[in-house]
């Protein structure tokens, strides 16, 4: 049998597809798969293989014979061109394009340790997150609550609270995610995916799986602060919009280290772009949060739900 067969017929496909509709088929040569399982493990969502021609492919270099252009044509059962491959080095995964292939080939080098393997799930998204902020979304530092099926962001780096938040809202609300959402555009809607909390899986030992195949409308954005009271407060359309790109780039940036300033500005301009056509639309507020208080509650008075 194949290596493609293998990997399409032994429950190893995956499938993402984004609320903007874009689609990506996911795989693994044969010294990824088993990093390729613990991630399909994690993330969830649909394993199946679907036609579009965007494929991430999984390649741990030197876990198997054979040189690079062997063994991702063995995969994909097609061949590859033999040069001009683009390489972008981010801290831990190495990512192969071609200006001919709607490819994106991930090399996660060896394995040194389980917590380098799960660091290497969280850069993996790369290429989506990229995709997505050069068509109007952003990923973003915050937690995702849902009610009557919105979802609203709080939104916050890491260490202020927003887990917090989540483990003290009550019922009809519920937490969705509470680290990372990935914000999609589509025909002038936002909509949010969840994200994995990787720190839980490196010092925690979770064992909790996602379903980032999963996306909610987006209707209002929070940005939380600790205070002795419970307030909710209104902010400027371009306050709100520089807060969004601090959320969201120096996240983004610190992964791709090697890219140079000029590329480094074009991508800030670009989320910063991206925040403030997402402030005009959808709501922005202050959450101030007290450790006691009922905090959802001043965002159901503000949101009328």
């Given amino acids: 049998m194949s290596l493609k067969n293998q990997v399409y017929t032994n429950n190893h496909p ?11 088929n996911i795989l693994a040569t044969e010294g990824g798969i088993d990093w390729f399982k613990k991630l399909i493990a994690i993330i969830g969502g649909k394993q199946k293989y679907n036609e579009s021609k965007n494929k991430l492919i999984i390649f741990r270099m030197g876990s198997q014979k054979g040189n690079f252009y062997d063994i991702i044509t063995n995969c994909l ?40 393997d799960i660091q290497k799930m969280n850069q993996i998204f790369l290429p989506i997150f990229t995709y997505s902020i050069n068509n109007g979304g952003i990923p973003i530092h915050s937690a995702l609550i849902e009610r009557k099926g919105l979802g609203y962001l709080l939104a916050a780096p890491s260490g202020s609270g927003k887990t917090t938040c989540c483990r003290r809202i009550s019922k009809p609300w519920h937490e969705v995610c509470d680290d990372l959402t990935l914000i999609v555009k589509s025909q002038n809607h936002y909509y949010t995916h969840p994200l994995p ?24 954005i929070f940005f939380i602060e600790q205070s002795e009271n419970d307030k909710v407060l209104s902010i400027r359309q371009g306050e709100a919009a520089i807060k969004i790109t601090e959320l969201s780039h120096p ?20 989320i910063f772009s991206n925040a403030w056509d997402l402030a005009s639309i959808v709501p922005c507020h202050i959450l101030r949060c007290s450790l006691t208080g009922k905090f959802w509650e001043e965002i159901e008075k503000v949101t009328g739900i």
């Fill in 14 to 24: 995956y499938s993402l597809k984004l609320a903007s509709g874009i689609s990506w």
């Fill in 77 to 116: 059962q097609e061949p590859i061109p033999p040069k001009d491959w683009t390489i972008q080095v981010s801290r831990l995964v190495n990512f192969f394009t071609h200006k001919a292939l709607p490819y994106i080939i991930c090399d996660i080098g060896e394995k040194k340790s389980e917590i380098d």
């Fill in 197 to 220: 909390t990787w720190s839980d899986y490196i010092f925690k030992n979770s064992s909790k799986t996602w379903n980032i195949y999963r996306y909610i409308p987006l209707a209002g």
């Fill in 251 to 270: 996240m983004y940036q610190i992964n791709r280290p090697n890219t140079t300033k000029e590329e480094q500005i074009q991508i800030k301009a670009k």
